[in-house]
């Protein structure tokens, strides 16, 4: 059965650090991965995606303070949070696509930046 667990969100102050951790199982084959949020009463978006050959893609307001990274092998994939800043606060979702296309969704952490 496909499971994706996220872990490490929690509470910072602004300017604060976090690492998300998403951990991928019963998927016998992955592609691209991805991080999305989504605050209440707002629609999902995208923060960032890679490609299994780390090719990287994010959203414009978080770039140059997140870094999405994965390791195939151990089939994780990690979101690192810098300058955390309060509107950064949501529910942070993983997800991942098989080989044929189907795509499968973690069922969330918190982040709150809040002083």
């Known amino acids: 059965q496909v499971q994706l667990v996220e872990s490490g969100g929690g509470l910072v102050q602004p300017g604060g650090s976090l690492r998300l951790s998403c951990a991928a199982s019963g998927i016998r084959s992955i592609n691209d991965m991805g991080w999305y949020r989504q605050a209440p009463g707002k629609q999902r978006e995208l923060v960032a995606d890679i490609t299994r050959g780390g090719i990287t893609n994010y959203a414009d307001s978080v770039k140059g303070r997140f870094t999405i990274s994965r390791d195939n092998a151990k089939r994780m994939v990690y979101l690192q949070m810098n300058s955390l800043k309060p509107e950064d606060t949501t529910v942070y979702y993983c997800?991942?696509?098989?080989?044929?296309?189907?795509?499968?969704w973690g069922q969330g952490t918190q982040v709150t930046v809040s002083s």
């Open positions: 997800n991942a696509y098989d080989s044929l296309g189907y795509l499968y």
